[in-house]
């Protein structure tokens, strides 16, 4: 039998892909890998399974037989849903400007493949999600960041510096910083979308995980309902990850392009999931709550120990903290290791969400409250013993 | 929420968590959460801190009984004075007025089924409001005070996810 594997192809590989950076996450998982009794602050998705009403729904429906394809669009119960759904963040939203997509990464790659031609500019405030940058690079986009450091916040005179561009990324509850927006400050942000004449991406996964006030759409404001794609999913809110089901919300013309590319390269979000999803948004509530509540007082308690040792801003929102480490005269990475070779504590070194990371460190509160206290000790120990 | 609703949720799940803990949780002071728990002890909204065990694991058997009790109401005698009447016997551990084909459901903890036969046969049974019981022994719990006995679902996450 051939065996795969062996000759040497990489003149053969996409040039754009062999340029891209590996993943800063890569290296320190494999570190992890191996070791036992870890607690992880590293990951980036609930510790909650998915609701079992949602889970019984989704075997019901296996038993039933329903397995095939959808249409393209997804289901048209679940169109429906989340159209009804998002007017809950001001936005009155047509059934036929949702498209159901594979998570939000498939929404995201779709959307940027569809507005951008080579060379046009792309803008990503950072830390940023690990896939924007990459992805638009793969769409051929000319990639700007913005540093948002030391407070990680989006500010009109951040955007309009940059001047004209064809897309601003923005991820709000944000992950890594948990940073989010209120109506007033994303007024300002849409001012200079305006200005600049660009289409939003709006990452808005995080939206029901917001403490501190209501999640707003920055398509809800004016004159930005035609210039924004929202992209949100099911992974987050409703512990959904590994189910792989998500939506954007797009304007006509914009639509109709992420359709044709999904229709080629994905054909359907899977139906399972699609159909979980139905039931998250029809009778999810009570659960969703109580997740809100619980990550709200993981929050209150991972902050008010954690800046006994450093400075921190408390998140508006998702599940994640990003404390600045630079009093300990170590570097992002450096950081990381030591403590999760000396205390067995993985947290992910700033350094992985983009340059302006460096001298943080993001710490995921999505595990459970026994874990995070002994986790919690453990850093402030470690901190303390320097 | 309400504070002291908050304190109560939290200290349903994990009664032994400390008022510092609560306090860092909810961020309010220490101070305060004391106070908020002695006034909820003191006016018996908190009743009690119990620990919930898994007797069966650890080799003990316990047999429980659920017995679906019909009564006469009498002018002398409504729900509640036979409800009390059974509640305060040691064996009993829960009494609910339910809705449906019989007035009272009774818990009734005891060391055996003959034990427990006998219970009821002498103490609920001769009550003279008692019309009739039916007894069901409890075979196996599956899940207590909203806690599944038996291994569920384990973390399966990656370590590391962006």
Redesign the interface.
Known sequence: MKRIGGSQLSHRVNKKVKELKP?G?RR??DL??GRED?I?L????P?F?VPWRIREEMIYSLERGITSYTSNLGLPELREAVADYYTKFGVDVDQGNVLITTGVSEGFDIAMRSIINPGERVVIPEPA???YVPLSILAGGDVITIPTSPDFKLRYEDIVKVGEAKVLVINYPN?PTGVSYTKKELEEIADAVIEIDAIVISDEIYAELSYNFKHVSIASLNGMEDRTVILNGFSKSFAM?GLRVGYAIAPDDIFESMLKIHQYCMLCAPVTAQIGAIEALRNGDDELEEMR?EYL??R??FI??IKEVFEVNTPDGAFYAFPCIENTGMSSEEFAEKLLFEKNV?V?PGT?FGECGRGYIRCAYAVS?DKL?EATDKIIDFVNSL | MEKAEEILRILEGNARLSTKEISDMIGIDEEKVKDVISRLEKEQIILKYKTLINWEKFGVEEVYAIIDVRVNLTREKGYDDIAKRIAKFPEVHAVRLVSGDYDFQVVVKGKSLKEISFFIAEKISTIPEVRDTVTHFVLRTYKEEGVLLFEDEEDRRLAIVP
């Open positions: 993943s996450i320190f998982f992890i890998i870890v992880s590293g990951v980036g998705e510790d399974a999600y690990v896939s992950n990850t509540a007082r993981r209150n308690f008010k120990r993985a992910v992985a409250m206290k």
